[in-house]
């Protein structure tokens, strides 16, 4: 008996290493290693995003609507060769004090009306949205799903690997789980190192698309100024790294973001024709 549980364990081992896949997070350049099928997470971010919708009210603040859309575009075009399979699309939800956003895999992204408090410009819109579709490209959410399954024992795993189901186990609510958005508005962020990867892959986006990466050290500033005194920090501040690590780096990042946004403005400028 001791024998076939061993020989299952190995097939399951077997298994999980073939359906493994190593891949390359974009900016960074980090090896990463997934387990699950990009396919499945985008179908279940997706699932996830149409359970946002019916839980929260869908703003219908035209301004928020507009601003959204419109920078959403413009990140989603300079994200282009990061994250070719997304069907993009931006909702307003009207939570006003919850001071936060999220994307899911397949380009579904969320904004809560309680952000506008914060970002003032378009800019600072930009660095916040492109911080979580930075999460998106980087799949760190794969990340996170083929981390638990290795932590749950392989058993849910190996049953479903072997039963010829592979990530079919995946659910819109085990998504919804590892976005941190399944307790509600209440969302939890990443670990350190991946928050910082965002933090780093978005500022290069936002710049990529033209927006002023100097902004993205005032969201914090802002974000920080609007949290002191209140029992809770807003969720996107709720993580590690603390925000001096965080500016430090975006710092660090910004001679060559810099860069990058004088590029795309010259790209983006029309040339006068005499
Ligand atoms: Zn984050």
New binding site residues.
């Given amino acids: 008996m001791r024998l076939v549980a061993r020989f299952f364990a190995l097939a399951g081992v077997l298994s999980l290493l073939l359906t493994a896949g190593c891949y390359q997070v974009p900016v960074t350049g980090r090896s990463a290693m997934s387990m699950v099928s990009d396919k499945e997470v985008a179908k279940q971010s997706m699932a996830a995003f149409e359970e946002m919708k019916k839980k929260y009210t869908v703003s219908r603040n035209k301004d928020f609507k507009e601003r959204v859309q419109r920078v959403g575009e413009r990140l989603a075009k300079a994200v282009f060769g990061d994250v070719p399979d997304a069907d993009w699309e931006f909702v307003v939800f009207e939570v006003p004090q919850q001071v936060n956003a999220f994307a899911m895999a397949g380009g579904k992204v969320g904004v809560f009306t309680g952000l506008f408090k914060i970002v003032k410009n378009d800019d600072q819109l930009a660095s916040v949205l492109a911080?979580?579709i930075?999460?998106v490209a980087a799949r760190h959410v794969n990340e996170r799903l083929s981390r638990q399954m290795a932590v749950k024992g392989g058993g849910l795993l190996v049953g479903g690997v072997m039963a010829g189901r592979g990530a079919g186990y995946l659910t819109s609510g085990a998504v919804l789980d590892a976005y941190g958005l399944s307790t509600g508005i209440t969302a939890v962020?990443?670990d350190r190192k991946?928050?910082k990867e965002?933090?780093h892959i978005g500022i290069m986006y936002m710049a990529r698309a033209g927006y002023n990466p100097e902004e993205s050290i005032r969201v914090i500033e802002s974000l920080e100024a609007a949290s002191t005194g209140q029992p809770l920090p807003p969720a996107?501040l709720s993580?590690h790294p603390s925000n001096p690590e965080r500016i430090l780096q975006l710092m660090d990042l910004m001679p060559k973001a810099l860069e990058a946004y004088r590029q795309s403005s010259r790209i983006q400028t029309p040339v006068l024709v005499k």
């Fill in positions: 911080h979580e930075a999460h962020g990443f991946k928050e965002a933090d996107w993580t």
